[in-house]
């Protein structure tokens, strides 16, 4: 083993922190946390050994700043960083100044994180590498001609993809001429746009998202810990991921294994990752893209390996070899607590974790980085923690998440634990009573999310448009559950709520009423002079946003015409997409929004004039600011 970690400075927060402090103190390695102030009170932060304070209120102030993280190094006398997931994981020139300052940066070298960070350029490795990518064009293409030809070949649909897209991130899928034009126009990079950051790939309908948790060291040595399947997503996001991936024949395993070594070869590649593929129901498979770190999933992998893939990574980092891969043992599944609302199509949320019960028994862990009175914030990440369990076997496992479901739980935040029972129970995805796994990527969209047209809010689905407009009612309980005894056997009693106020004066049979969390997307707002267009925008052409959340991208122009189901807007919030669509029909009105610009739920972001309607979208156009502005007090 090369130079010894003494001192290890952790570049992120919340559960992946608290991580891996837990295997650095295993290790006898000290401990360096970073902390914005929302995160003063976290667990992670005080089971360090050291920990800073990163002065600043976003992102970019705090775990993004890398002149303050390389500053903390030389500080606190750090002699490695390990980036955790998300943030600063794949930043190359973040990995170049941590070598710089002469720290060992846990993670492959900068210069195999710039190939493999931009899609383009991991398309072009995989080639070198004889692995074949989705079909597709590897470059930007500036042109209408060429997206038509490709489209024309492959047929559709297609996907235009960003090049630095990641999480799901800036995918478009186009299914006819007609939605193609319309992209090239509003993208166009002639008029300012953004085209030359696109590039163009078939999009595989029905495949699987399957990967390998790979590893490979200074010598040269390389392994795969374990496949998973990750094909539950929604919003081109993973929510549940199991190891290793059921139901693969063994030769499409072993194609797996063999792309994922040629991959990590052919760009000298040191460290732990992740080889991400597409399988196709007969087995073809097709690359992805290389996740240049650990990855959230990474739980389900040590579990089958019986593997600590933080402590491989520290060790692969020092210069020692890697621990081979074991056969693996028994089935895993992760899914992952977040504070999102199925009833609302999985819309995230905010608020203050009220009560917490976590499972526990055989075969369960519990990875978190939050307890109970903590704050859901909405400027990070929506992931609260993940629950991993194991069984002997698949439908063993499949038996123990239902047990562990039934014994957790959350209050104060939405979380998918419905939804989590829901899927547990559908033979298409247990492969129950002779019924065939039958799960590709937009499985859960298609059965689960989605449901329904829009008939209010921004054009949205039916289900998403009732966290915009009613979400008071997802934040607040609608009955009251008692526990009490019958002829000295013991029976819940649940009575609607009203019912239990008129009985007590206003108040709950416990005391006080408890105060109710205001969520994303409802609260005090709700009842603002923005929420009739909220609830009318196909007949008000007031198109306001469903949600708190950051603009990330305009798709259309003053003066335009749209279609009903138009892409208007597109808005990141908890580091998820959503998008804003045309209601209706007309021509867009008003902008009242930028990119980076931040939104309240019930703000205005557009108004149409729309096709029919009786001019009350220019009614909107002269009050629609001081609206949204005056949302915006009512939330604060």
């Avoid at 009693?493 to 006080?512: C, F, K, Q, S, Y």
Wanted: proline letters at 5%.
């Amino acid at each position: 083993m090369g130079q010894n970690v003494k001192k290890l400075l952790i570049a992120n927060r919340g559960e992946i922190a608290l991580r891996v402090v837990r295997t650095a103190r295993e290790m006898g390695i000290a401990t360096v946390a970073v902390y914005a102030e929302q995160d003063r009170g976290a667990q992670y932060v005080d089971l360090a050994d050291e920990a800073y304070l990163l002065p600043g209120d976003t992102y970019q102030d705090t775990y993004l700043n890398e002149d303050l993280l390389i500053d903390i190094v030389r500080r606190s006398g750090a002699d490695a960083v390990h980036p955790g997931y998300g943030f600063l994981s794949e930043v190359p020139s973040f990995a170049a100044k941590v070598e710089a300052a002469g720290a060992i940066w846990v993670g492959p070298h900068h210069t195999a994180l710039t190939e493999l960070g931009d899609k383009i350029t991991a398309r072009r490795v995989a080639m070198r590498a004889k692995v074949p990518p989705v079909p597709g064009l590897s470059e930007s293409v500036r042109d209408i001609r060429t997206l038509l030809d490709f489209a024309h070949t492959h047929g559709y649909p297609i996907m235009m993809k960003r090049t630095d897209g990641g999480g799901g991130h800036g995918i478009t899928v186009v299914r006819d001429d007609e939605e193609l034009r319309r992209f090239y126009t509003n993208h166009d990079a002639l008029e300012g746009g953004d085209l030359d950051e696109y590039f163009i790939e078939k999009f595989i309908d029905r495949a699987r998202h399957v990967e390998t948790q790979s590893g490979r060291d200074s010598h040269g040595n390389f392994t795969v810990y374990s496949t998973r399947d990750c094909s539950l997503q929604r919003r081109n996001q993973k929510l549940v991921e199991e190891a290793p991936a059921p139901f693969l024949p063994e030769r499409v395993v072993e194609t797996l294994k063999e792309y994922s070594r040629r991959l990590f070869e052919t760009v000298g590649y040191t460290g732990l990752g992740t080889c991400e593929f597409m399988v196709t129901p007969n087995g073809k498979v097709y690359f992805l893209e290389v996740n240049p770190r650990l990855q959230v999933e990474h739980t389900v992998s040590e579990e089958v390996s019986g593997l600590d893939l933080v402590r491989e990574q520290l060790v692969i980092a020092a210069g020692g070899e890697l621990t081979p891969a074991p056969e693996p043992r028994g089935h895993s599944f992760e899914l992952r607590i977040t504070s999102e609302d199925p009833k609302t199509n999985l819309t995230p949320s905010a608020g203050t974790l009220e009560r917490i019960v976590w499972p526990s028994g055989p075969g369960v862990r519990i990875d978190t980085g939050v307890v109970q009175g903590d704050t859901v914030s909405p400027k990070f990440d929506s992931m609260m923690g993940k629950v991993i369990v194991t069984a002997q076997d698949r439908l063993a496992a499949v038996a123990r998440v239902r047990r562990v479901l039934d014994e957790m739980t959350i209050e104060g935040v939405p979380t998918p634990i419905p939804l989590f029972k829901e899927i547990f129970r559908d033979d298409a995805f247990t492969a129950e009573h002779g019924h065939a796994f039958d799960v590709s990527t937009k499985w859960l969209e298609r059965t689960y999310l989605n449901r329904g047209a829009a008939t209010a809010s921004a054009g949205q689905p039916a289900s998403l448009s009732a966290g915009a407009a009613g979400a008071e009612a997802g934040g607040r309980d609608e009955t009251e559950t008692f526990v009490i005894e019958m002829n000295d056997r013991r029976v819940k009693l649940t009575v609607p709520l009203d019912i239990v106020e008129n009985l007590t004066g206003g108040a709950r049979a416990r005391g006080a009423k408890r105060p109710t969390q205001p969520l994303r997307g409802s609260g005090s707002h709700a009842s603002g002079p923005a929420r009739g267009s909220v609830d009318d925008g196909a007949k008000s052409g007031v198109i306001a946003s469903p949600m708190q959340a950051v603009v990330t991208r305009i798709n259309v122009a003053e003066g335009q015409q749209v279609a009903k189901g138009d892409l208007l807007v597109v808005l990141e919030s908890m580091k998820m997409e959503n998008y804003v669509y045309a209601p209706a029909a007309g021509t867009v009105t008003k902008i009242f929004v930028g990119p980076a610009d931040g939104v309240e739920a019930g703000d205005t972001l557009v108004t149409l004039d729309v096709v029919g309607a009786s001019g009350s979208a220019g009614d909107a156009d002269k009050t629609g600011k001081s609206d949204a502005k005056g949302t915006k007090e009512a939330a604060r």
